[in-house]
């Protein structure tokens, strides 16, 4: 919000309708179980790592049926318009997609040779070989899944119901795993993320276009100095399409209203609010989704920039993960599960600006974001402070050119709190909490230093960030080399032979995902 210091809600999703959730922070998960459940689950989440490919793509499975159901990624493809993208040849081809998330999975849809790019694994689990770059907590997958799956055999003219593709079925993911199995993760390993992908969007024939953030804390600093915000704001002034998700704060207004999320709250950046679509045929009705957050409507707040389908989103399921063990009310069939929130409607916005940077190569994020904004689908009932300009509508912007567009607000500095920026979300090791202005390892945060570098994309040197190294310096075929931590944690003790077991996170930092 401009130049207004709130609390902040991220995104939240639930799948058993759209019923208020509980407010949550950062990235799009709501559990009902304990995140301590997660050390179990681990177990056999790696016992079905060898069989994360064994399931095939099949044209039915039990009872569910994509043709009818009106929140399938084949129904929502066909209203929103991307097929008739398609059906001109523009499917992504030549854009990535990064996506700082708990990783990707290649399961059936994302199993294509080059499909998914490996960047550098800079969560907890990165020091546990078994784990290592693997999505022991699912949502990753599943939010990949939504912007860019495709099912071998699938193709652009006459759409199969039955095979699975997302917005931009030929776009690349290019994934960068921050959170652990139960979600834990820190801001400053999100920062360090979104700081990788600015200086590596080029290496080695990348072409990284859009950066999807189903992720944000309740920071109760302005956008003006937010170290996230900022962040994410150099890799807009970087050519890279921000999609962030609003939050799961629901509708409110006035002054003590939360707003949206850091880092959706930066003007600068594409703020994504969820709707939900209810009904089948030509009797499919669309309204917001009563988790979606609402501009608070007091003096500088921000609206959403746009909303996009977010409830009962039909994605696919990573076999053994902690989403998958955790939430059987979702499930759908063998493949597929359904998540509700506004980090499934990031995911949905993500894909389709891919769609259109295909056609228009030399788009510049502001023009892309007034584009998207462009000769929307008003959601009856709902004011501009929950659905912003109204529901992003593909089909009408197919035959229409892009206009100039240069937005101007107030910039970041990025000088801010790092702990603010936190908002309730901390990890704990050793019974230590990680609090104040440092990082992961302990290691002092200067946010006026690290936004110096940040600003002339130089945070990163080769492996190391903010003086640790976090992770290799190099590429190995499509990842990103690992590196074994050095040195101690923020809770004095060493990192060595140490995995993610026995540990806890206090937050809820996934844009609020609900599975069921």
């Not at 039990?62 to 097929?83: C, E, F, K, R, V």
């Not at 801001?187 to 700081?195: E, K, P, T």
């Not at 909490?433 to 600003?455: N, Q």
Request: glycine share 12%; with cysteine; hydrophobic share 35%.
């Amino acid at each position: 919000m401009l130049g207004q210091s709130s609390t902040r809600i991220p995104s939240r999703s639930t799948l058993a309708g759209d019923r208020p959730m509980t407010i949550a922070f950062g990235w799009s998960l709501d559990f009902t179980g304990t995140r301590r459940a997660a050390i179990a689950l681990l177990v056999a989440f790696a016992a079905s790592i060898l069989g994360q490919a064994v399931f095939v793509a099949t044209t039915r499975a039990g009872s569910y049926d994509p043709a009818t159901d009106p929140n399938s990624m084949h129904s929502i493809t066909l209203a929103l318009g991307a097929q008739d993208w398609w059906d001109e040849g523009y499917t992504g081809q030549g854009v990535d997609i990064a996506v700082i998330d708990t990783g990707c999975a290649p399961v059936p849809g994302l199993d294509a040779p080059g499909k998914i790019v490996y960047g550098p694994d800079l969560s907890l689990e990165s020091q546990a070989p078994n784990l290592r770059g693997r999505d022991t907590n699912g949502h990753g997958t599943f939010i990949v899944s939504i912007i860019a799956a495709n099912d071998a055999g699938s193709g652009a003219a006459n759409p199969n119901p039955y095979t699975y593709r997302g917005m931009a079925p030929d776009a690349r993911l290019v994934c960068i795993k921050v959170a652990t199995a139960d979600g834990g993760t820190d801001v400053s390993q999100v920062i360090a993320a979104i700081d990788w992908v600015v200086q590596h969007q080029h290496d080695n024939g990348l072409n990284i276009r859009v950066l999807n953030l189903s992720y944000g804390t309740n920071s109760t600093q302005s956008y003006e100095v937010d170290p996230l915000a900022y962040a994410a704001e150099q890799a807009w002034k970087r050519g890279i399409f921000v999609v962030a998700a609003a939050g799961n704060s629901g509708y409110q207004k006035g002054k003590g209203a939360p707003g949206l999320a850091s880092p959706a709250y930066d003007p600068f950046v594409m703020a994504v609010g969820g709707t939900a679509r209810n009904g089948n045929g030509k009797g499919v009705k669309e309204s917001m989704a009563s988790f979606s957050a609402s501009g608070p409507g007091c003096p500088g707040c921000r609206n959403p920039d746009a909303v996009a389908p977010g409830a009962h989103v039909q994605g696919l399921r990573v076999p053994g993960s902690y989403v998958d063990l955790s939430t059987p009310p979702g499930l759908l069939d063998a493949r597929f599960q359904r998540g509700s929130g506004t980090s499934e409607a990031t995911a949905i916005v993500s894909g389709a600006a891919a769609l259109v940077l295909q056609k228009f190569p030399g788009m510049t994020p502001d023009q892309l974001k007034k584009f998207l904004q462009t000769d929307t689908a008003k959601i009856a009932g709902a004011d501009d402070k929950a659905q912003g300009k109204g529901r992003i509508n593909l089909e009408k912007l197919l035959d229409k050119n892009p206009s100039n567009s240069t937005q101007r607000f107030d910039a970041s500095t990025g000088t801010g709190s790092l702990e603010i920026s936190r908002g309730d979300d901390h990890l704990t090791r050793d019974g230590v909490v990680l609090r104040g202005e440092m990082d992961i390892f302990g290691h002092s945060f200067d946010s006026a230093a690290m936004a110096a570098l940040e600003a002339n994309a130089a945070a990163w040197n080769g492996g190391a960030w903010n003086g640790n190294s976090w992770s290799g310096n190099s590429w190995s075929g499509n990842s990103w080399s690992g590196n074994s931590w050095s040195g101690n944690s923020w809770s004095g003790n060493s990192w060595s032979g140490n995995s993610w077991s026995g540990n806890s996170w206090s937050g809820n930092s996934w844009s609020g995902e609900a599975w069921q």
